[in-house]
Structures are given as C-alpha cells and as structure tokens.
C-alpha cells in the first residue's frame, strides 16, 4: 500500500463549479498534513496546512479525519487558474521528512 | 520571506560527466534541507536530507556514492549528480525547512536534467 494515496484524476470542471479532493495515508504515527499546488514543469507550493478542527482559505477548506487516515480538500467556486495538480503531502511518521501523493489534477475549463 | 532559490533552471549534459546543482536559502537560515526528483507525472521522491555540517542520510535505494551533497553552510546545500546517465534525467528540486515551522518545508525552483 502506497503511504499516501490520491485519486490521480483529471478531474475536468467548469469554472465556478465545486470540486472536492481525498486523499488516504497509512502511517497512523503521522502529525502534519498539507496541500501543495504544483503547475506543469514548476516546484510545489505550499497551499495550506491541513488541522484536526479542519481550516479554511477563502475558497479552500481542508478537513482531516484522524480515525479514518484520511485528508481532503474543497475548492468552491473554481477558477480557471485553479488549475494545476494538488498534491497531497504527509510528515513521516512525526518527523521532519514529507512524503507527497502522487498528485490530483484539475483542469477548470470555461 | 522563506524563498529558496536553485542553479541551474536546466541542463543538458553528455553521458558521463558530472553535473552540480546549488541550493540556497535567501532570505533564511536553514536547518535542514532536502534533495528531491520527480519523473514526469510522479510523485516527488526525497531522495536525501542534509543538515549543515554533518553528512547526509539518503533514503534506501538512493546511490550515496552517485549523488554526492555537500551542506557546507546553513544557506547553501549542493547536489553532485557523477557520472550521470540518461535514466538520472529528472527534475531534480530541493527544499529547506526552518525551525518554528511546523514541518512546512519551502521548495526550490527545480532543476531539470538532462543527459543525453
């Protein structure tokens, strides 16, 4: 089983459509989540840490379920520069060292 | 704040020779850094941590002897590809972590290598 596991996608929306992310991991000893955004050929970037309460980012919400080892991400009323690949990225097992998804693309067309 | 910046953005070199890549942390002070590779549409994959002035610890599977880091200062972290082959083209990225942070690590711009 992969330590952290994403449905690869593409999901395609239209612009101002909803569009909801999951992600599973297997190390229960894991303490820090995060989304990164990623363009085609560029470096990750930090797009929010992932908390217990769940936290929002304007247009972003994340939610984390310890129980059930499982993070996701909503993104409400996409924009077309929304799009880009999400990754979903873990702390290996209390430490300072991340282990990233493979990745969830999305394509928001017009 | 917290920008990391990476030299070279691209190279293409021949089978054989070695290629150096510079990581620096430009407006922080590093604790730790990380080297990284990507294969078109995978998954970033660590490929070694470094702290300043101490060796490396390189994740299983990764050659020690062929990717070559040096972390001479708490700014600067460099990876040495020897004696690279076709199969070491990637897109190689580091990343540097502070303390206070809670595990969020800032990426560098990446490096694309290719070896022809």
């Known amino acids: 089983r992969k330590e952290v596991e994403q449905d690869p996608g593409p999901f395609n929306v239209p612009e101002g459509a909803t569009v909801a992310f999951n992600c599973t991991y297997s190390n229960s000893a894991s303490q820090s989540f995060f989304w990164y955004r990623q363009d085609c050929r560029k470096e990750p970037k930090l797009l929010m840490s992932v908390y217990s309460s769940g936290n929002e980012d304007g247009r972003f919400t994340a939610q984390l379920n310890r129980a059930s080892q499982y993070i996701s991400l909503l993104i409400r009323d996409s924009k077309l520069s929304d799009s880009a690949t999400y990754l979903c990225v873990v702390n290996k097992g209390g430490g300072n060292k991340l282990t990233f998804g493979t990745g969830t693309q999305l394509k928001v067309e017009l | 704040g917290a920008v990391v910046s990476q030299h070279p953005s691209w190279v293409i070199c021949k089978s054989g020779t070695s290629v150096k890549i510079e990581c620096r942390s430009l407006?922080?002070?590093?604790?730790?850094m990380f080297w990284y590779r990507q294969f078109p549409k995978q998954s970033l994959m660590l490929m070694a941590t470094s702290n300043e002035g101490s060796k490396a610890t390189y994740e299983q599977g990764v050659e020690k002897d062929k990717f070559l880091i040096n972390h001479a200062s708490l700014t600067l972290s460099t990876l040495t590809v020897t004696s690279a082959h076709p199969e070491d083209s990637s897109f190689y990225i580091c990343?540097?972590?502070?303390?206070?942070?809670?595990?969020?690590?800032?990426f560098g711009p990446g490096t694309r290598l290719t070896v022809t």
């Open positions: 407006d922080f002070q590093a604790t730790t």
């Open positions: 990343s540097a972590d502070t303390e206070g942070d809670l595990y969020e690590q800032y």
